[in-house]
């Protein structure tokens, strides 16, 4: 099963998403979570629940090293370096110097950032989820 950006966008902001856990094989997320009141962490935990085992959420946001990180309804900033907190060999190797407490763990595949319409970068990103 999938959800996609027009299921997802009503509920976004939700504390809990109205799903149940482990419903959906994959999420597509483009041009959409950046306009959250969420943090990363809640948005991608909350992915992370509604997912099944190896379940994916494919995303793509601004980059905040671009000019559309800065659209007046971004909320939130994003960059490469965001998505090492979810990445589970990462979140090992350093986790005694940056410790990712109540982060959920997945596999990160960070994929080839695209030029945006406004000349800024877009990051295109697949989370697997890991138990």
């Known amino acids: 099963m999938e959800l996609t950006e027009k299921d997802l966008a009503e509920h976004l902001d ?7 856990d482990s419903t ?13 009141r969420r ?9 992370w629940r ?5 379940g994916e959420i494919h995303l793509r946001v601004p980059s905040a090293e671009g000019t559309m990180a800065f659209h ?9 370096r965001t998505f ?3 990445d589970k ?6 986790k005694q110097h940056y410790p990712a407490e109540g982060i959920k763990p997945f596999h990160v595949t960070i994929g080839q950032s695209t030029p945006d319409p406004m000349g800024g970068i877009m990051l295109e990103v697949k989370l697997k989820k890991v138990e």
Not at 14 to 20: C, L, M, R, S, Y
Not at 25 to 35: M, N, P, S, V
Not at 39 to 47: I, M, Q, S
Not at 50 to 54: C, D, F, I
């Open 50 to 54: 509604v997912l099944k085992p190896e």
């Open 14 to 20: 939700k504390e809990t998403w109205p799903w149940k």
């Open 39 to 47: 943090t990363p962490a809640e948005l991608l935990n909350e992915a």
């Open 72 to 80: 007046p309804k971004a909320r939130s900033f994003w960059t490469y």
């Open 84 to 86: 090492m907190w979810f």
């Open 89 to 94: 060999d990462t979140r090992e190797r350093y």
């Open 24 to 36: 959906f094989d994959y999420i597509r997320a483009f041009d959409l979570l950046h306009l959250a």
